[in-house]
């Protein structure tokens, strides 16, 4: 196995060189990717309706083909999972990658083609771990098995045909070469598997038994699954259990709030920790410095970028911008067209460059997550933020959390109310609101003059939950697992107040 990690190794280091070409010309590669695309998407039904074949540049591109939400793109999707073909892509399409997103329980299936899943997907997996080996020469990641905390997917059946819907990472993990699938751990039948209760059991049961020297996961059910294994095997920390443990490839929800606790049960100096940010609909970046978690922007995976600065998000008809025009430290909502048919497609994500030079990003919310019910505009970025500053001062660990506005009643001010599970609750909650507020202040202009005097925003509302309350409503809402998450910021109290009368009830 050690020859076998040296070899692996050496072969990720390859890859460096592609993407150093990107990094030194990334107009060019975008340029190439945008004329790829048109031409391969010129023969679809969609193709045909905005006219590809004529379309010779990006500004043609903008000003011919609308920015769309999966609302607008689902009737083309709907056709797709029944079996039609060559719609929005020229391929066949037979897996969805099924999404609840972070404000609607309704689920998105996002179509997910060859070309996505080897020059995307697969690219930026190979990529993750070749910016890991070049920031770690000594690694021996590839002597032992990699943990993967993955989803699972549905069969159907149409004309005969088989089509798949399911998790991204259950998707991923099926299509893995059969060398990958051997670097990895646990086997197929547990990692595909639904009921996640049981998963829970049986990976912890099988993955104790081998040496895990990586973790790839979503922070909130890698830290269920590591619980779990220090459960079954008595231990009093994951580095007894699995002594070469280097790294944890995290995604899907900030990690400040769990920092903490992954260091705690992780007490091992040599542990790293590296953010990706891999979607349903792409794999869009990756850290790639050692000491910093922006997201270089990976600009050769088949996709194309714009960008709306989210002060023109609801416009008629919002500004768009291309790479060449972003500024630094500006809030913009990302728009992708890709090698799987979504094209001018709004994800629901929202970024900020960190840096030009190369292209770093942070990601800073949802368009869709965030609560402005009194004109504070408070992004999931500024309550990521203050509430890591209060953990801080209050020496504790958030588990989860969700937030919700408590609108003006007669001559009461509004406020925010904030439902946190603590993985070891403050000694005075008090304080620890006055502590986040003050730091939300520090962050956020409009939520600092909202809350003058108390006048239209009165302090934020803690709420303590009970150990387990977010994975209740999960189970639920069926949403245990994969990409499932609990919404953070909300403009409207339905998840709140669901939360509430389930407690209460």
């Not at 630094?328 to 994800?347: E, K, M, P």
């Not at 994500?349 to 292209?359: A, C, G, H, M, R």
């Not at 007669?410 to 304080?431: Q, R, T």
Request: proline share 4%; with cysteine.
């Amino acid at each position: 196995m050690a020859i076998f990690n040296t070899l692996v190794s050496w072969l990720m280091i390859k890859r460096i060189h592609q993407i150093e070409l990107f990094i030194k010309y990334p107009h060019d590669v975008q340029d190439e990717w945008f004329e790829r695309l048109i031409s391969e998407g010129k023969n679809t039904e969609w193709g045909k309706k905005y006219d590809y074949k004529s379309i010779t540049n990006t500004h043609q591109y903008g000003e011919r083909v609308p920015i769309s939400t999966y609302e607008d793109l689902k009737p083309y999707i709907d056709r797709l999972r029944q079996g039609e073909q060559n719609i929005l892509w020229p391929e066949e399409i037979k897996w969805f990658a099924k999404s609840s997103g972070t404000t609607s329980s309704k689920s998105k299936f996002i179509p997910v083609s060859n070309s996505s899943l080897d020059e995307c997907h697969f690219k930026g997996g190979k990529d993750m771990l070749s910016l890991y080996v070049r920031n770690n020469p000594e690694t021996m990641i590839f002597d032992g098995k990699g943990l993967v905390m993955g989803g699972s997917h549905n069969i159907s059946e149409v004309s005969n045909e088989s089509y798949y819907d399911g998790d991204l990472s259950a998707i991923i993990i099926q299509n893995l070469p059969f060398w990958a699938q051997f670097l990895k751990t646990p086997n197929l039948s547990i990692a595909l598997m639904d009921e996640w209760e049981e998963k829970i059991e049986l990976m912890a049961r099988e993955t104790m038994q081998h040496d895990v020297t990586n973790i790839s996961g979503v922070p909130s059910w890698t830290m269920v699954l590591i619980k779990k294994v220090l459960e079954l095997t008595g231990k009093d920390n994951l580095t007894e259990v699995w002594p070469n443990l280097e790294v944890f490839f995290h995604g899907g929800v900030n990690f400040d709030p769990y920092r903490e606790q992954f260091k705690h049960l992780i007490p091992s100096s040599k542990m790293n920790y590296m953010e990706t940010y891999n979607a349903s609909e792409g794999f869009f970046g990756i850290q790639d410095m050692k000491n910093s978690s922006d997201l270089l922007l990976m600009l050769d995976y088949g996709i194309f970028y714009e960008f709306i600065p989210v002060e023109h998000l609801n416009d008629a008809h919002p500004k768009v911008v291309q790479l060449d025009q972003v500024l630094l430290n500006h809030n913009y909502a990302l728009v992708i067209s890709t090698n799987a048919g979504l094209w001018r497609y709004l994800i629901g994500d929202t970024v900020k460059f960190t840096s030009l030079n190369p292209f770093r990003i942070k990601i800073t919310g949802r368009t869709k997550n965030f609560i402005n019910a009194f004109g504070e505009e408070l992004i999931v970025d500024n309550a990521e933020k203050a509430l890591a500053v209060a953990c801080s001062k209050c020496q504790v660990n958030i588990v989860d959390y969700t937030a919700a506005p408590l609108y003006l009643s007669g001559k009461e001010s509004g406020a925010h109310e904030w439902l946190i599970e603590f993985e070891n609750p403050p000694v005075n909650i008090d304080y620890f609101a006055e502590t986040f507020d003050n730091a939300l202040k520090s962050l956020n202009s409009d939520y600092e003059a909202k809350r003058y005097h108390n006048m239209i925003l009165r302090p934020p509302i803690i709420r303590t939950m009970e150990p387990g309350t977010f994975y209740k409503w999960l189970k639920i809402n069926g949403k245990l697992g994969g990409q499932h998450k609990v919404p953070r910021l909300s403009n409207n109290r339905e998840i709140v107040d669901q939360i509430l009368s389930g407690i209460n009830s």
